[in-house]
């Protein structure tokens, strides 16, 4: 079953906050990373994904993404914070997820 995502990716200074769709995450954060600094030499390295959504369908999943293209600037701002009150990068979390898995993790209390 193929899940259908919809992002939020803004560069380190949360200037810009730009929305997106793919099926592919990580495919879809690699060509961000790669075609911000190649063919846009002057504009911000969008690199920072900030909000993510899982949808089972595509249908439903497009039409949260023009709901979220509609919002205001503070519209987004509020959801972000919702779900990531410290607007970390989730972009880590899901780019080495892969090689975390195979290691043993130690929490000290």
């Known amino acids: 079953m ?3 995502i919809v992002y939020i990716v803004t560069d380190s200074n949360r200037a810009y906050l ?13 060509e961000i990373h790669n075609t911000s ?8 390295k969008l690199n ?13 999943a ?3 993404h023009d709901t ?3 919002f205001t ?9 919702l779900k990531n009150p410290n ?3 989730l972009n880590a979390s899901t780019t080495y997820r892969d090689k975390i898995d195979n290691k043993k993790v130690v929490v000290y209390a």
Not at 21 to 28: G, P, S, V
Not at 48 to 60: G, I
């Open 87 to 89: 607007w970390l990068n």
């Open 62 to 64: 497009l039409c949260y």
């Open 37 to 44: 600094s190649v063919l846009f030499g002057g504009s911000p």
């Open 73 to 81: 600037r503070m519209q987004r701002e509020k959801l972000i914070r």
């Open 48 to 60: 920072n994904v900030v909000y993510v959504e899982a949808f089972e369908s595509q249908e439903k």
């Open 18 to 30: 730009e929305v997106g769709y793919c099926t592919d995450i990580l495919n879809r954060l690699r």
């Open 2 to 4: 193929e899940s259908h």
């Open 68 to 70: 979220l293209r509609n």
